[in-house]
């Protein structure tokens, strides 16, 4: 039995496994104009249905005192002020009902259903006046169809009708087998009334739609080439006049052109993207152009970090934005002649089981900032940040984590034997770590590629390091946050030095002297799992590893993956018919003859990023060449809802502690 042998955890007070059903966090803070209040979505989990539940909170900034707003059985959402903070639009879905569209006039706390919508309201923007409220809404379609059954006789049951695919995206992971239609733009009266579809025909839409200051036009970013569906990362920015439902192209050129806002005077639009250089991952860079789409220019080019959610200032002289830089999020402020202030930093994501970088903001009428802020020893709160000063709002887990003793994180230099190139990481010691003892090490290595890691809280990690070991995370070549050249080291070349880079944060941690070099256990998930794969086919040092939703077969996996028209075309130089040598060298596959190392392969049942049959033949291969391994599904999980469900999470941790366990020796 795979469970048999679980550690006790460290102390009654560490992180315990069912304390991930009792963990909160913030998300989506959004201040009100005048800066007085910040509506939230609290996120929280049912222990009776295991599943997380969204509730809509109001904080005054000058009390502190939290008022629920949309609080429940069921779920809510995208809190949107007015222009003049006297309402506040929100997503709301009763238990198993769709999701509406809501709006709650502040100085009576009523709040009333705008429609009765067909499908979920998504992308909120208010009008400048505060008359109108536009939505993006996916809007479906007739389904192709190919012949015809003959006539059902009356009463009859037969199976269901046959399913035609035609479209080159056909599946999503986290949403399935995807129906016929596409998003369209709606706008709809802000006192309710029949909403009315804007858009039609295919395209593909890029999110957060905007209105020109005069209200007589909507920016949105969309693909509408006739070819939009194998371009992957190509779209513009569309000017759409909401009177007559005519669109014009404003800006078109090669990569994405996403998250436009025009300037308070009208006379500039702001957006986020960059030249598609047909790379795997290229930081989005700030733009500006003129209002008729003119005059294109970058704005503070040196950056070299990946920006995004762009806002105007006031005054129309320079904008907020949220950055990644060396795996810590940031809200800065950047002036059109590129001058960079940050306003405030520690942000944290909504992801809480692994410390991945992220987070959210919004600014008031006056400048003062409202953020998602988190840490190392608690998820997202939050705070806000006002001339220089943060003051965090609330604290939602003190309860709980008040009466835990946590695993303490510290950084760890290290310098990567490829180059000597610094490679941020971090170790996580258990709680009571004693630095004269030696202690087993879990390396765990973060997916992606193209993503980071940071110093951040991780309930996973946490329960790793209450079972009694030191977690120890890098962010190698590959990783975000530190330059577009950074990331660009393993183009064409993955998995490569970045196993150089995590070998060298291995040795930093053992030669602090507090690691046993003999007890080295590694695991990861999607890119993280590849790397694992990879790691047991490169070296014997490690006693047992956990490969999770990994790849390991990339002629397979560029194939029948959801993203295969971003995937195939970019990660390679050429596709895999014309160069299958250069696929086969970089899957963990060639290499499964060198594997002795006990590996475990996770992965979920749903998964369409990294679909089950990956993680099924690294299995099958051990298992032919005799090597100790165990599968594990996960029932129902898609591949970035590997955690979702708290009660999975918690199995998921134990099964892989328990496989360490297992081989772990004296």
């Given at each position: 039995?795979?469970?048999?042998?679980?550690?006790?955890?460290?102390?009654?007070?560490?992180?315990?496994?069912?304390?991930?059903?009792?963990?909160?966090?913030?998300s989506?803070?959004?201040?009100?104009?005048?800066?007085?209040?910040?509506?939230?979505?609290?996120?929280?989990?049912?222990?009776m249905?295991?599943?997380?539940?969204?509730?809509?909170?109001?904080?005054?900034?000058r009390?502190?005192?939290?008022?629920?707003?949309?609080?429940?059985?069921?779920?809510?959402?995208?809190?949107?002020?007015?222009?003049?903070?006297?309402?506040?639009?929100?997503?709301?879905?009763?238990?198993?009902?769709?999701?509406?569209?809501?709006?709650?006039?502040?100085?009576?706390?009523?709040?009333?259903?705008?429609?009765?919508?067909?499908?979920?309201p998504?992308?909120?923007?208010?009008?400048?006046d505060?008359?109108t409220?536009?939505?993006?809404?996916?809007?479906?379609?007739?389904?192709?169809?190919?012949?015809?059954?003959?006539?059902?006789?009356?009463?009859?049951?037969?199976?269901?009708?046959?399913?035609?695919?035609?479209?080159?995206?056909?599946?999503?992971?986290?949403?399935?087998?995807?129906?016929?239609?596409?998003?369209?733009?709606?706008?709809?009266?802000?006192?309710?009334?029949a909403?009315?579809?804007?858009?039609?025909?295919?395209?593909?839409?890029?999110g957060?739609?905007?209105?020109?200051?005069?209200?007589?036009?909507?920016?949105?970013?969309?693909?509408?080439?006739?070819?939009?569906?194998?371009?992957?990362?190509?779209?513009?920015?569309?000017?759409?006049?909401?009177?007559?439902?005519?669109?014009?192209?404003?800006?078109?050129?090669?990569?994405?052109?996403?998250?436009?806002v025009?300037?308070?005077?009208?006379?500039?639009?702001?957006?986020?993207?960059?030249?598609?250089?047909?790379?795997?991952?290229?930081?989005?860079?700030?733009?500006?152009?003129?209002?008729?789409?003119?005059?294109?220019?970058?704005?503070?080019?040196?950056?070299?970090?990946?920006?995004?959610?762009?806002?105007?200032?006031?005054?129309?002289?320079?904008?907020?934005?949220?950055?990644?830089?060396?795996?810590?999020?940031?809200?800065?402020?950047?002036d059109?002649?590129?001058?960079?202030?940050?306003?405030?930093?520690?942000?944290?994501?909504?992801?809480?089981?692994?410390?991945?970088?992220?987070?959210?903001?919004?600014?008031?009428?006056?400048?003062?900032?409202?953020?998602?802020?988190?840490g190392?020893?608690?998820?997202?709160?939050?705070a806000?940040?006002?001339?220089?000063?943060?003051t965090?709002?609330?604290?939602?887990?003190?309860?709980?984590?008040?009466?835990?003793?946590?695993?303490?994180?510290?950084?760890?230099?290290?310098?990567?034997?490829?180059?000597?190139?610094?490679?941020?990481?971090?170790?996580?010691?258990?709680?009571?770590?004693?630095?004269?003892?030696?202690?087993?090490?879990?390396?765990?290595?973060?997916?992606?590629?193209?993503?980071s890691?940071?110093?951040?809280?991780?309930?996973?990690?946490?329960l790793?390091?209450?079972?009694?070991?030191?977690?120890?995370?890098?962010?190698?070549?590959?990783?975000?946050?530190?330059?577009?050249?950074?990331?660009?080291?393993?183009?064409?070349?993955?998995?490569?030095?970045?196993?150089?880079?995590?070998?060298?944060?291995?040795?930093?941690a053992?030669?602090?002297?507090?690691?046993?070099?003999?007890?080295?256990?590694v695991?990861?998930?999607?890119?993280?799992?590849?790397?694992?794969a990879?790691?047991?086919?490169?070296?014997?040092?490690?006693?047992?590893?956990?490969?999770q939703?990994?790849?390991?077969?990339?002629?397979?996996?560029?194939?029948?993956?959801?993203?295969?028209?971003?995937?195939?075309?970019?990660?390679?130089?050429?596709?895999?018919?014309?160069?299958?040598?250069?696929?086969?060298?970089?899957?963990?596959?060639?290499?499964?003859?060198?594997?002795?190392?006990?590996?475990?392969?996770?992965?979920?049942t749903?998964?369409?990023?990294?679909?089950?049959?990956?993680?099924?033949q690294?299995?099958?291969?051990?298992?032919?060449?005799?090597?100790?391994?165990?599968?594990?599904?996960?029932?129902?999980?898609?591949?970035?809802?590997?955690?979702?469900?708290?009660?999975?999470?918690?199995?998921?941790v134990?099964?892989?502690?328990?496989?360490?366990?297992?081989?772990?020796?004296?």
């Open positions: 039995m795979l469970g048999a042998g679980l550690p006790a955890f460290a102390a009654p007070m560490a992180f315990q496994p069912q304390d991930v059903f009792a963990l909160e966090y913030a989506d803070p959004q201040i009100r104009p005048d800066g007085s209040e910040v509506a939230y979505v609290r996120n929280t989990t049912d222990i249905v295991d599943r997380e539940r969204r509730s809509l909170w109001l904080i005054d900034r009390t502190g005192a939290q008022t629920p707003i949309a609080a429940g059985p069921g779920s809510s959402g995208r809190p949107h002020w007015s222009p003049d903070g006297t309402r506040l639009a929100y997503v709301y879905a009763a238990e198993g009902e769709q999701p509406q569209l809501y709006v709650r006039w502040m100085s009576t706390g009523v709040s009333a259903r705008l429609a009765t919508l067909p499908q979920a998504d992308d909120i923007a208010w009008s400048p505060g008359r409220i536009a939505f993006t809404m996916f809007t479906p379609e007739t389904p192709p169809k190919l012949g015809a059954a003959p006539p059902k006789p009356e009463g009859a049951k037969w199976a269901d009708p046959l399913e035609v695919i035609t479209s080159v995206t056909y599946r999503a992971d986290g949403s399935g087998w995807l129906k016929a239609g596409h998003d369209q733009i709606y706008v709809i009266s802000a006192e309710g009334g909403p009315r579809e804007l858009t039609s025909g295919p395209s593909t839409g890029r957060q739609i905007s209105w020109r200051p005069d209200g007589r036009a909507i920016l949105f970013s969309s693909n509408q080439d006739k070819d939009w569906e194998r371009r992957f990362y190509r779209s513009s920015v569309y000017r759409l006049d909401p009177a007559t439902g005519e669109a014009v192209s404003l800006v078109d050129r090669d990569g994405p052109s996403d998250e436009p025009m300037s308070p005077d009208g006379r500039l639009i702001a957006f986020v993207g960059f030249e598609d250089k047909h790379r795997p991952y290229q930081d989005e860079q700030l733009y500006v152009m003129d209002a008729d789409g003119k005059n294109v220019r970058a704005v503070a080019p040196r950056l070299d970090r990946p920006v995004e959610h762009p806002v105007w200032a006031a005054d129309g002289k320079s904008l907020y934005a949220q950055i990644t830089d060396h795996a810590q999020t940031k809200v800065v402020r950047i059109l002649d590129g001058h960079v202030d940050t306003l405030a930093s520690g942000l944290a994501g909504e992801g809480i089981d692994r410390p991945y970088t992220g987070g959210s903001y919004s600014v008031s009428a006056h400048g003062v900032v409202a953020f998602s802020a988190g190392p020893n608690h998820p997202a709160d939050v806000v940040a006002e001339a220089g000063r943060t965090r709002l609330i604290s939602l887990n003190d309860n709980l984590l008040g009466a835990r003793v946590l695993a303490t994180l510290e950084p760890l230099a290290v310098k990567s034997s490829h180059d000597g190139a610094a490679i941020d990481a971090w170790m996580l010691t258990p709680p009571g770590f004693d630095s004269s003892k030696k202690y087993p090490m879990i390396l765990e290595v973060h997916g992606g590629p193209y993503s890691y940071g110093p951040v809280w991780a309930s996973e990690f946490q790793y390091a209450a079972a009694g070991y030191v977690v120890v995370y890098a962010n190698p070549r590959g990783s975000t946050s530190y330059g577009d050249a950074f990331a660009d080291g393993i183009t064409y070349n993955y998995p490569g030095f970045d196993f150089d880079d995590l070998m060298s944060a291995v040795d930093a053992i030669a602090k002297e507090s690691i046993d070099p003999n007890q080295l256990y695991t990861g998930g999607s890119g993280g799992g590849l790397m694992t990879w790691v047991v086919g490169k070296t014997h040092r490690f006693r047992a590893a956990v490969s939703k990994p790849v390991i077969n990339w002629a397979s996996q560029c194939l029948t993956t959801d993203v295969y028209v971003g995937q195939c075309p970019y990660w390679f130089a050429k596709p895999v018919w014309e160069d299958e040598p250069a696929f086969w060298a970089h899957s963990p596959l060639s290499l499964v003859a060198n594997v002795t190392t006990p590996t475990l392969v996770l992965g979920g749903e998964d369409h990023r990294t679909p089950p049959s990956e993680a099924e690294f299995y099958a291969a051990l298992q032919l060449r005799g090597v100790p391994t165990a599968l594990v599904r996960v029932p129902g999980a898609s591949h970035h809802g590997l955690a979702l469900r708290p009660s999975q999470e918690a199995a998921e134990s099964a892989i502690l328990a496989w360490f366990e297992r081989y772990k020796g004296d």
